[in-house]
């Protein structure tokens, strides 16, 4: 038996083995945006052919870190913002194992956005799911930073005065390689991406519009929604960085018009993702550094041999 | 006096060469024979300003910078060149001389480059030399190198001209300059440095000069090396092929070596974007079964404490190295102090456990970085290396052999697949990571991609599957459970040689200290037990758990003890009193946080006045005294 198993191993996958044996009361709210979520990924693994074993799905704080909790695959449910840091380390670590990060808005746009911008910038290459519901649920309703400019709450009773943040511009621009936004409304097109990110060789980034009828009480937020690929009025090549920038930026103004536009906005084939460039460079290992630590005939080297020398 | 030990001090301004120049001097004394000591000094900017290193190098063991020194190479004169325009920073002309003054015993030497330096502009300069019976040789250094290659080679001129005063020959530096120099710059630097060698010796009579090289053997080769080596060769043979940071003085050293390392030896460096994801990538990478490490000095520590509790929670091993510079905030960040002690014994929410270590020299900084690493993964807990500016930065030479071990790259308690077969639990898919009922607290770990190995690390409070949990009767285990693991790491410890003692067994007094204090501490010992003072000291090395037992009997066996410290608040003094939990009336402290390191001279003046006289006043050093208090 090898190290590591699990570990592009081909065959059936059934989506209840995502399920726990014994599942936890969801804590989530009846009507929640997070349970398509959870829903769109038990349909996309196995499409994909990755097993729950050789899945690791880190997660931050909020009512989207407890998605570890209803998806049994190898997980880390790490700390407010910092799903990416644990997750690119682990997908370093060992690249064969398939990395997806999530969280929500507050936990990744907000707290976590350095870790975000530069996960972006690097291209690992992994998925990242963020829960966007443009409030704090967990915390109980508080301004997030992609709640609409005036948006009220208990901290922000005057109303915000700050314009809403831009994520897929944001991840565009920071070096994402994949960018796409779906919506819970939308379950197959979210499957549909999703199967995409994970596949793509890179940062794939989705924001994922999740409704939230407990503190933003309109749970018909995000309807109708539009599929920009599928539609005639938004012609685009998602290949090409200027019109998805473009494309992006009537996306994200239209959103608080309102008008929910959703699909991918920019998919770039050909950008090695970070492993790739670091492995080119010298300095990362061909194999799985994670698997040396099993290889008995593996010699490590030691100090002595290597440095003393250069003090004597 | 001067000929059992040479304490050189080269002074110019930070961009000069002074680094290279002493490091090749200090190899140069090691390899004919001497045990070498170096202590750095240099200010918080990056051209310009004062500088100097000191190289104090005995036949005895050397343990210490010693006080004072007897050697002064006045090299530079504080400015900072630009190349290409002559423009120059700074102001400190003088400050190369006038600023070593003080320091300079009675009789020793003074060699200046009296092409870039002044001394008239030094009051009262020739009267200071005539009243200590100082030999000052003013040499134009910078235009003997201009003449025979670059302005820059005058340090080497500078070494020639030291040689030829202390009655070194040239073959050592000789042969260390033809290692490390290409050859368009060798054969200039070469010739500087036999005519600034015979110079001296035809233009004076150097066997006046009272100061001289002391002759030495070495039973077996010797190497230069600064705790910043030692930690990450540690590190290395430990197994560690993993390390993730942000710059910081002084832990940049530490972050910088491994970095140049560790791909060829099939490993990973991240510099990421701040310390909070440094740390958090570590715990990353360990979680996916590799040994990993992170580390920073105070204020990037400070962004640690919340991957640092994840780890904690999460039983994830990880080793942390803190790099101690003076604070709070930013502080002065080229100088030590070792007042980060409490942040790292208890930075991060909870009643949390972790495991500090504080080497007290390099020696020992080998052996507890790869302790460090050990006790990390065979306990599944975070531990943190805990040192300081003083001790990363100075070159020490340490026998060979002390480095000759076999690496350990085991990853503690992790389960194959196979034995993850056989695990009763598995069965229903779920294999129990955080078992209730562990020997010694520490439950097998799996590693992401094994078969039949699934479970969830989370850093809320969890059943023994990882699913979170607010059950009472869990909570209270699973923390029993954590908190058992620090009882077995300090019987693991008990196992372990990691304290030091020093001076006669049955002495009246005692002296506790920790980490670079050690070697200072023990020098004062030995000066004061020849000066008739029954004293010995205990260099204490676990922070956390805390070697009680030994530390009790230490200040049990003695009349008073003296708690030496780089702190202002008496950090260490209060770490041994809450763990004691009495004996606070035998327990007086002597603090320095003036950002220099304790002397010798310092605690024999600071013990005598405080333990022998009675009276406290450690007066004439910027020390601080207080006394013992009742419990
Ligand atoms: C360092 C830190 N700060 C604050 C919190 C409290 N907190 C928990 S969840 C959360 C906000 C979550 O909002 P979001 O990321 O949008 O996720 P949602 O709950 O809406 O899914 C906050 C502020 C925390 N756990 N840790
Ligand atoms: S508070 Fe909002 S986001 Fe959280 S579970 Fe309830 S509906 Fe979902």
Redesign the interface.
Known sequence: ???????GEEREIDRDEYT???E?QPTWCPGCGDFSVLKALKQALPEVGRT???T?L?TG?GCSGKL??YL????????HG?S???????????P??EVIAAGGDGDGYGIGG??F??TARENHDMTYIVFNNEIFGLTKGQTSPTSPKGHKSKTQPSGSAKEPLKPLSMSLNAGASYVARTAAVNPNQAKEILIEAIEHDGFAHVDFLTQCPTWNKDARQYVPYIDVNDSDDYEFDRTDRVEAAEMMRTTEEALYDGEVLTGRFYVDEDRPSYGQE?RQI????EEP??E???DDDYE?????D???GK?? | MTDQELIWRISGGSGDGIASTSQNFAKALMRSGLNVFTHRHYPSRIRGGHTYTEIRASADPVRSRGDGYNFLLALGDSFARNPQEGAVYGNEEIKPLSENLDELREGGVIVYDEGLLDPSEIPNFDERVEENDWHVFPLDLRGLARDMGREVMRNTAGVGATCALIGMDLEHVEDLMRDAMPEKILDPNLEILETAYDQVREEYDVEEVGVSVPTGEHEETQLLMSGSDAISYGAIDEGCRFIAGYPMTPWTEVFTIMTQNLPELGGISEQVEDEIAAAALAVGASHAGVKAMSGSSGGGFALMSEPLGLAEMTETPVVLVEAMRAGPSTGMPTKPEQSDLEHVLYTSQGDSQRVVLAPGTVEEAYEQSRLAFRLAYEYQIPTILLYDQKLGGELVSVPKSHFDREPNPTLGKTLTEEELAEQPHSADGKFHRFQHDAEDGVTPRSIPGQKGGRFLATGNEHDPTGHISESPDNRVAQIDRRTQKLEAIRADLDTVDTSSYAGPADAEYGILTFGSQQGTVEEAVDRLNDAGVSVKSLGVSDMLPFPTEEVEAFVESVDEVLVVEMTASGQFRGLVQKNLGRYGEKLSSLLKYNGNPFEPAEVVDGFEAAIVEGDGDASGHQTTFVPAAGD
């Open positions: 038996m090898s190290t590591f198993s699990a570990i726990p044996g014994v936890p729950p074993e050789e690791l880190c704080i570890n909790s049994d695959t190898y997980g880390f449910h790490t700390i910092r990416l840091p644990v997750a690119r380390a682990a997908k370093l670590a060992n064969d194992l350095n870790h911008i530069h670091k010298g300095e990362m290992p550094l994670a040396r630590y099993w490590w080297e030691r100090s002595y290597r440095f003393v003090h004597e």
